[in-house]
């Protein structure tokens, strides 16, 4: 598994969660090279989270969520 950070982060001193959207972090993770290629993996269903299909490109990954994809796993992890 191949631990990624999440670059997005609440905002300072706020209890708002650390977030990034799914079609986002496959690009962060270099898994793609456009949102476009992006909203077609997410919508044809090849993309799991925590071990289910999600077909939202805008679905909000949280840390610890764990993101599959081509046969590799992602874990999202929060930056200071």
């Known amino acids: 598994m191949h631990d990624s950070p999440a670059p997005n982060s609440g905002a300072p001193g706020s209890d708002s969660p650390i977030t990034i959207r799914l079609d986002d972090f496959l690009k962060f993770c270099g898994l793609v090279g456009t949102g476009g290629q992006a909203k ?41």
């Open 40 to 80: 077609v993996l997410i919508q044809n269903g090849e993309v799991q989270v925590n071990g289910q299909v999600e077909t939202r490109r805008r679905k909000q990954l949280v840390p610890g969520d764990v993101v599959e994809l081509l046969g590799e796993r992602f874990e999202v992890e929060a930056t200071e």
